[in-house]
């Protein structure tokens, strides 16, 4: 039984991460091409890495059988784009601030017929090493966009 002054989404990762799925996007004006193609979203696979950031605090007050909170580590997107009209211009993401400094929004555009697409995602420093795993490619028409952020070891 859970209490009534309890939220409804109280202990849903997702939600606690900020890791709702799309952003609507606000388009006043439409698109240029809108007339001559019909406007449509991509589809898109996306996967979160979390895990347990075991740093000395928390490897001084958890183990294994009682672990810390999990943190956000990376994202991997794929964005399927099989049918655009100009095929050797490459797709692009971009940046954006969000709401709060702790969010921002990774937008993807690749022009027509495909209208943008955007996530909200951790604002962290990410680790742009191939070795650590970044990854930004645009092969057979879907757009790979996969890092993992970057971790400071703290020295004394």
């Known amino acids: 039984m859970v209490p009534a ?20 996007l606000v388009n006043g004006e439409g698109y240029s091409w809108q007339d001559r193609y ?3 979203k991509p589809r898109y696979f996306n996967r979160i890495k979390s895990g347990f950031d075991w740093n000395r605090y928390n490897q001084t007050h958890y183990d294994m059988e009682n672990p810390p909170p ?22 692009q993401f971009f ?5 709060s400094d702790d969010f921002c929004i990774v937008r993807f555009h690749a022009g027509p017929p495909y209208e943008d697409v955007a996530f909200k995602i951790v604002n962290r420093e990410w680790n742009k090493s191939r ?17 993992n952020f970057a971790s400071h070891w703290y020295r004394r």
Do not use: C, H, M, W
């Not at 109280?10 to 952003?23: K, P």
């Not at 999990?70 to 099989?82: A, D, E, M, R």
């Not at 940046?95 to 709401?99: C, G, I, N, S, T």
């Not at 970044?134 to 028409?141: A, H, I, P, V, Y």
């Open 131 to 147: 070795k650590r795993g970044f990854r930004s490619t645009f092969e057979r028409g879907v757009l790979s966009l996969y890092f």
């Open 5 to 24: 002054n309890v939220d409804e989404n109280f202990g849903n990762l997702e939600e606690e991460l900020g890791l709702s799925d799309e952003v609507a």
């Open 95 to 99: 940046l954006e601030a969000a709401d």
């Open 70 to 91: 999990k943190i956000v580590q990376g994202y991997k997107f794929n964005v399927f784009y099989p049918d655009l009209v100009d095929p050797t211009k490459t797709p």
């Open 38 to 40: 019909i406007p449509r």
